[in-house]
């Protein structure tokens, strides 16, 4: 009935990398007009945010002390958008891409204290798909590296979709229909449009919260029957993180998770290290036995 598309090795990481440079774009581009959140008695206010690090090396309780300042966060920030819009340009310079993904990764987790409320797990699968995109750019002539990072992707992917429907399938007020109502009418995830209409209409709401819970759960069957579910399974997850962005605020969700596909698809159709290549010294070089029969000619 469907057929997961076939994608290549090379092609599957680079929309791998693209796709989420697009969400540590939009995150630097939200976090920059934020400044008032890290101010004193904002949400993210490092004088009392700073207590969770006291554990901490002093060493890096220092850097994360300039990095609250406001002049080094604009600078970290204006830095990862530089390097966000460099992936998403054309071409296939693997050191310059290396680093760059390598530089997302690495300044999301320095700023991850500074922005420890507001940030969601859209930055967390970024953070993950960045660096493992940065060594399979790094190890790029080896197959097997990149094949490893992509599966690796992949599996992640397929583990925060199962994982999330597995969690909400313990709470009863996903299994009774009740949990959709509730997100939809609180300030911070909530949408007053949406609220009221599945409020009209609360069997279609437990219709809804049960769909999710299903598609979640049921994530890891886009590896059955040679990726042929895929297609269709990807559709209907791209298409709730689409309806989640416009109605719950989650934008960022939809490039983090899309930056996922295409090693989703590279996965499911059973992708190996391609066969070692063999050098044209190699191919041009007699075999044992012509070798043999030049031998004995000279002989003659």
Known sequence: MFSSPAIGRRPALAATERITAVTSLLSSLEALPAERDRRPGGLNDWEI???????????????????????????????????????????????????????????????????QYGGDG???????????????RCGQRNPAIVDACLWYVALQSTLSYTVSGLVKLCGPQWRDGTALPHILRTETYGDATAYRLISRHPTAGKAVSHAVLAFECAFPLVFL???????????????????????????????????????????????????????????????PAAAGRRARGAAR
């Open 122 to 136: 859209s930055d967390q699968l970024s953070f993950q798909t960045q660096l493992v995109s940065s060594v399979a």
């Open 225 to 287: 029957r040679g990726g042929r579910l895929a297609p269709a399974m990807l559709a209907t997850t791209a298409t709730f993180h689409v309806v989640n962005a416009r109605v719950m605020g989650l934008s960022r969700f939809v490039w983090a998770f899309l930056g996922t596909y295409p090693a989703v698809l590279y996965a499911v159709q059973g992708a190996r290290p391609a066969a070692p290549q063999v050098s044209a010294p190699s191919r041009l070089a007699p075999g």
């Open 49 to 115: 945010i700073r207590d969770d690090y006291a554990d901490l090396p002093p060493l890096a309780r220092k850097a994360l002390d300039v990095l609250a300042k406001p002049t080094s966060m604009r600078i970290v920030h204006g830095a990862r958008i530089a390097a966000a819009v460099t992936l998403l340009l054309p071409g296939e310079r693997r050191h310059q891409r290396a680093a760059a993904n390598g530089f997302l990764a690495l300044s999301a987790l320095a700023t991850y204290p500074h922005h």
